[in-house]
T-cell receptor
């Protein structure tokens, strides 16, 4: 897996957009970019993934830089239920599709 | 879709006993299942990867004789912590990979099992 760098923590206000950055400067051409989040005392939850193009789903949007060395997870309107640790992972599916979790970003949402 | 369950959700046991944790993919067949461990305030650490019908592949530093993994079917994997000790107390999480072409790498996680060894 390519090494990823995320801020340790971020804060947002409820109903405002949140942009969570991730740097993955050593990403290879076949590495997908995955985002998972983990609420307290729960297993991680898949959020979104992409390869080159920006992606949207019901939970979030993923904006991938043209050189693919960074990406941003966008929560369009943060809610209190979005408070979680967000993990950005870049891997290619080799090594039996293992995911290597870093420390992630702890997102706090203020009411 | 893509729901993974774990049982039990929490367990307390005495030191020296063995504990079995089940991981099931409820609405899909999992080509690969993974077992993670998470200590308080830390990130997930992969313990092992298992494919149905094959022996599990353990990460470096994980004792395969202590953490027995059985992946008997495409919907069930079990982790048995043998002769558990207090230092094995942790949050154990499984995940399953569907292997579909549209999301080859996506893992779907169970809710976790909190193990406390007294």
């Amino acid at each position: 897996d390519a090494k990823t760098t995320q801020p340790n923590s971020m804060e947002s206000n409820e109903e405002e957009p949140v942009h969570l950055p991730c740097n993955h400067s050593t990403i290879s051409g076949t590495d997908y970019i995955h985002w998972y989040r983990q609420l307290p005392s729960q297993g991680p939850e898949y959020v979104i993934h992409g390869l080159t193009s920006n992606v949207n789903n019901r939970m979030a949007s993923l904006a991938i830089a043209e050189d693919r060395k960074s990406s941003t997870l966008i929560l369009h309107r943060a809610t209190l239920r979005d408070a979680a640790v967000y993990y950005c992972i870049a891997n290619s599916g080799g090594s039996n599709y293992k995911l290597t979790f870093g420390k992630g970003t702890l997102l706090t949402v203020n009411p | 879709g893509a729901v993974v369950s774990q049982h039990p959700s929490w367990v307390i046991c005495k030191s020296g006993t063995s504990v079995k944790i089940e991981c099931r993919s409820l609405d899909f067949q999992a080509t690969t299942m993974f077992w993670y461990r998470q200590f308080p305030k830390q990130s997930l650490m992969l313990m092992a990867t298992s494919n149905e019908g094959s022996k599990a592949t353990y990460e470096q530093g994980v004792e395969k004789d202590k953490f027995l993994i059985n992946h008997a079917s495409l919907t069930l994997s079990t982790l048995t912590v043998t002769s558990a000790h207090p230092e094995d107390s942790s949050f154990y999480i499984c995940s399953a990979r569907r292997g579909a072409s549209r999301d080859p790498d996506t893992q779907y996680f169970g809710p976790g099992t909190r193990l406390t060894v007294l």
